[in-house]
């Protein structure tokens, strides 16, 4: 349900249940799943070994986010947190911050909420939404910031989003975010893929299924837009200062601010 707050009892419910997933049954279970958060969702305990196996630089990418962002923000939006890795970096570099973090799937805010609450990062203005970022209703000039770290190439309607996070964001704001990004032409995408595939194959990389479970997934529930069309849809949505701080293959950092 859009919008649902998630209830601590929840997060006992997710321990409970995040025990009795067995590593194989993870894949065939989320080639089922018929959204990019059901698919995720169902790969809780997996996804932090998938996601450094299947997306080169993965912790140089959500590094380089951080030194990007501004030095003070007190009301943060965080898009898709998942397992939470962007939400303790951002919970420690903004401790004083009303951090609202948004994601579909139950099992990632449940795991998120944990993980800060592990850390002693957990404080009264974090706040867990569940919803899709499409049916995410988002007031005007609520937020001084708004990122997200590999999310939101899962959503199709890029002009309808940035129209409402622009509104939603404060005079003096910045959106920046990392994602994976179609390249400029399809030989320069074509390239980016293979290299990205020679990647997920190397030693102790991806299985071939995992790589299959990936391939149907991405063709399923991913959007990529090259970066030109990300500044020309930001700028009509009254953005400006765009940039692409960092890229490596499909994934970029784009910035963008009020
Ligand atoms: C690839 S994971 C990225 C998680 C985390 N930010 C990271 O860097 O590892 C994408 C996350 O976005 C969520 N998600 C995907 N599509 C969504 C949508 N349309 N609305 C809300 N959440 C979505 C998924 O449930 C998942 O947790």
């Known amino acids: 349900m859009p919008g649902q707050w998630i209830a601590d009892d929840e997060t006992a419910r997710f321990n409970r249940r995040s025990r009795e997933v067995s590593y194989s049954h993870v894949f065939p279970v989320a080639e089922m799943q018929s959204t990019a958060s059901q698919y995720f969702g169902s790969m ?3 996804y932090d070994s998938l996601i450094r196996r299947a997306v080169p630089r993965y912790d140089e990418m959500r590094e380089r986010l951080l030194e990007y962002l501004p030095p003070t923000a007190v009301r943060v939006l965080e898009l898709g ?6 939400s303790l970096a951002l919970a420690g570099k903004y401790p004083q911050a009303k951090l ?10 449940n795991l998120t909420r944990l ?3 592990e850390s ?20 005007t000039g ?22 409402s996070l622009r509104l939603s964001l404060a005079p003096g704001g910045y959106f920046i975010f990392a994602d994976q990004l179609r390249g400029g032409t399809e030989r320069i995408h074509e390239v980016n893929w293979r290299l990205w595939l020679d990647f997920c194959r190397q030693p102790g990389g991806c299985s071939e299924e995992e790589i299959d479970s990936l391939l149907q997934h991405a063709e399923k529930h991913d ?24 890229r490596n293959l499909i994934w970029g950092i784009v910035h963008a601010a009020v």
């Open 44 to 46: 809780v305990a997996e």
């Open 81 to 86: 947190c998942g397992t939470g890795n962007l």
């Open 100 to 109: 609202t973090m948004v994601d579909a799937a139950p099992e990632m805010l």
């Open 115 to 117: 993980r800060l609450q």
């Open 120 to 139: 002693g990062r957990l404080t009264a203005e974090h706040t867990f939404v569940q919803s899709t970022f499409e049916e995410l209703s988002l007031a």
């Open 142 to 163: 609520d937020y001084d910031l708004i990122t997200s770290c590999i999310s939101l190439h899962h959503v199709q309607d890029k002009a309808a989003l940035y129209k």
């Open 223 to 246: 959007h990529y837009t090259p970066l030109a069309e990300h500044f020309q849809l930001l700028a009509e949505a009254g953005f400006r200062d765009f940039d692409c701080t960092w």
